[in-house]
């Protein structure tokens, strides 16, 4: 069984979900079915979201501090990803892209981690990013289309004119194309954001 909540509702954003898992546990650990694809086309059929099938799995592993992205791809490689946390904590946001929404430019942000298993599901016309809160951290999603270098774009992670409350932490790490990205208002002016 697993626990579908909108995160961003508050905010005008309905279409990511948080997915919460039921964990089984004792004495050996713990069991849980961490995706099922006739569970996932329910989950998206009753959200009135379009099923597409994942075409890649990513892992990644950061240190404490290491913010990765806010990132996306533009057509015709445009991603949704489902993402979870396997190992540590993070801080997870997705900014909205899409310039017709009511909610454009909006971001929610949500804390996952190894041990209640959520999931985030990033439709596609959102760029995502996390924080790194715990020592250490593996971050593993499945994306609907794979990478691609001519498509995939990166919002700056402290554009002031999207001002996303990220946890304090005396330094961040990015990587070098992080620390390159451009505003939002760059992004506008270059037209590669979401109908």
Known sequence: ??????????????????????????????????????????????????????VQDNHSRSIK??????????????????????????????????????SFASWIAVSLDANQQSQLWVPEGFAHGFMVISEVAEVVYKTTDYWSPECERSLRWNDPDVAIQWPDFESTLLSSKDQEALCLADHLVTNELFP
Request: aromatic share 10%; charged share 20%; proline share 4%.
């Open 1 to 54: 069984m697993i626990k579908v909540s909108h995160p961003g509702s508050d905010r005008g954003i309905h279409e990511v979900l948080l997915l919460t898992p039921e964990i089984f546990t004792d004495q050996r650990g713990f069991f849980t079915e961490s995706w099922n694809l006739s569970v996932w086309k329910e989950i998206l059929s009753n959200e009135n979201q379009i099923f597409k099938p994942f």
């Open 65 to 102: 501090g290491v913010v990765r992205g806010l990132h996306w791809q533009c057509a015709p490689a445009a991603q949704a990803k489902l993402v979870r946390c396997v190992v540590g904590e993070i801080y997870d946001v997705v900014v909205d892209l899409r310039r017709s929404s009511q």
